[in-house]
């Protein structure tokens, strides 16, 4: 069974830190583009990063650029996103999502996605 389980999400204080982890079963992980996305109450679900099958290209929105890192382990089958200088419009349920190989060329819409986690709350207050 292909299976996709995130972990880490929390309530934090603005400008703390978190570590968000997605391992994956059921699949062998290089052979998936990975992403994080997030979905607040009334909004789009949008994503915040991304990584390619090995590692070696990532994406990042233009909102968490330069605080957020994607990263992955494909031994370990598993992905972190870790997320610095949190902000209150951090705050949404963030999902780990996988995308087989030839699906995309580039890996940052939902449609491009095969596989999703259920998804983990982050909270940020002030």
């Known amino acids: 069974q292909v299976q996709l389980v995130e972990s880490g999400g929390r309530l934090v204080q603005a400008g703390d830190s978190l570590t968000l982890a997605c391992v994956a079963s059921?699949?062998?992980?290089?052979?998936?583009?990975m992403a994080w996305f997030r979905q607040a109450p009334g909004k789009e679900r949008e994503c915040v990063a991304s990584?390619?099958?090995?590692?070696?290209?990532?994406y990042y929105a233009d909102s968490v650029k330069g605080r957020f890192t994607i990263s992955r382990d494909n031994a370990k089958n598993t992905v972190t996103l870790q997320m610095n200088s949190l902000k209150l419009s951090d705050t949404a349920v963030y999902y780990c999502a996988g995308g087989i190989a030839g699906s995309s060329s580039t890996y940052v819409d939902t449609e491009d996605f095969d596989i999703w986690g259920q998804g983990t709350q982050v909270t940020v207050s002030s």
């Open positions: 990584i390619s099958f090995f590692g070696h290209g990532t």
């Open positions: 059921g699949l062998t992980l290089s052979h998936y583009a």
